[in-house]
């Protein structure tokens, strides 16, 4: 079974007949051109020869420019990359967006909690999903809660007893083919009823940590660190920061994550998989 499932759409099907969706570039808007599959951050956006230009930085720190128009993904799904809107007086755009990209939605109260869940590993996972799409997750009344591990997955989807309106959103780390966390998940979704109503997905990185792209804390890579260590503790030391206990661990992440804006901030490889995870949860109910 593939957790993988996340990727570019067909817009050659009859449903590109209808107008698509236009989106003001951004600069740190995660792009993939669907010509080329390149994928990368807005850097910059500006008017060259009479046409407007954006450049896309991937993960590598390459950089290629595309004329602004159709031809691009965002989240996924295809789009009509238009320049941006003209800034009001106050020199603000006019459109508030959420720290996940989204349109803010005026006067929007929270929904009440909704049954269905997402599930992350560990604190810092359900905080930095808080930070980047915890106004998103409120109108749609959805709730992080932290697992603290998965060894016990299984029985914890279990319990939760999964059904078409109560579904389960997992977001596990280093979720990659061979993996521990792959066979755990594999297994879990065995389980009956879980096919339809739970959702595995997860990002290639040792820690949620390492989704946050280096280039946000000033360095051009994640230190290596090396095995049979802690991960966390070895990074911390190798920032020269302190180490040696639980509330250093925890002041380091309050650092890292202060260091988070918005969704332009993290590594595509977290942005797709937790806007899957959100699409699954507020899908209507099947009939």
Do not use: C
């Not at 603290?148 to 299984?154: A, F, N, P, R, S």
């Not at 202060?258 to 959100?278: N, P, Q």
């Amino acid at each position: 079974m593939s957790f993988e499932n996340w990727g570019p759409q067909d817009i050659s099907s009859p449903a590109r007949q209808q107008p698509l969706p236009e989106v003001a570039v951004e600069r740190g808007m995660v792009l993939e051109d669907v010509q080329s599959g390149w994928v990368g951050a807005v850097t910059r956006f500006e008017k060259s020869g009479g046409m407007h230009i954006v450049a896309l930085e991937d993960r590598r720190g390459k950089s290629r420019s595309f004329p602004l128009g159709f031809g691009f993904l965002l989240d996924g799904r295809p789009i009509r990359l238009i320049a941006p809107a003209p800034r009001s007086a106050a020199g603000s755009p006019k459109q508030d967006r959420t720290a996940s990209g989204s349109v803010r939605v005026a006067s929007q109260r929270a929904q009440t909690a909704k049954a269905s869940r997402i599930w992350v590993e560990g604190k810092h996972d359900a905080e930095l999903v808080e930070k980047v799409w915890g106004d998103d997750l409120r109108v749609e009344g959805i709730v992080v809660e932290p697992l603290h591990g998965i060894d016990d997955l299984k029985a914890a989807i279990a319990a939760f007893s999964p059904g078409p309106a109560r579904r389960l959103g997992i977001l596990v780390d280093h979720l990659v083919p061979g993996s521990k966390e792959f066979r755990i998940a594999e297994d879990a979704m065995k389980l009956p009823g879980a096919a339809r109503n739970v959702l595995i997905v997860g990002h290639p990185y040792v820690d949620v940590w390492q989704a946050i792209r280096p280039k946000v804390l000033g360095i051009e890579r994640w230190p290596e660190v090396p095995h049979g260590g802690d991960w966390k503790t070895g990074i911390l030391k190798a920032f020269g920061w302190p180490h040696s206990t639980p509330e250093d661990i925890g002041l380091g992440w309050q650092k890292l994550l202060g260091a988070v804006r918005s969704y332009a901030d993290l590594e595509a490889s977290l942005l797709g998989r937790v806007e899957e995870v959100i699409d699954f949860l507020t899908a209507p109910d099947p009939a």
